[in-house]
């Protein structure tokens, strides 16, 4: 994986004397440039495939948290639909009966 240290880096005013068209050109290319002000990195010029690999490791990596947050906390057990629907005071007819539009149904 690239990290700050492995980009070119440039100056705000290296990369103004660079000019846009030439940054752009070199992002197609694959370069990825980090751009400085004071000697703190403040921005990133990278291609937009470059983009779509991190946007989609970022989805893996959420996915990997969502993963790992379920198998950590997850104590076995298990709940039936209709137990749940019980604990909060509905049956399974009455939840049907409601979707169908049968309004006499809750008196049965």
């Known amino acids: 994986m690239t990290s700050l240290t492995d980009l070119h880096a440039l ?4 990369a103004n ?6 940054l752009v050109k070199d992002a197609e290319n694959g370069e990825n440039v980090v751009v400085s002000r004071h000697g703190t ?9 470059r983009l ?14 969502l993963v790992l947050t379920r198998a950590a906390t997850d104590t076995g057990g298990r709940t039936d639909l209709d137990a749940a629907f019980e604990r909060y005071g509905y049956t399974r007819t009455e939840l049907e ?12």
């Open 97 to 108: 009966s409601d979707i169908a539009g049968d309004p006499d149904a809750d008196a049965r």
């Open 17 to 22: 004397s660079r000019g846009i068209a030439r």
């Open 11 to 14: 100056t705000v005013t290296e």
């Open 52 to 65: 779509g690999e991190l946007q989609e490791l970022e989805r893996d990596l959420r996915d990997l948290a």
């Open 41 to 49: 990195p403040v921005a990133a010029v990278i291609g937009v495939s």
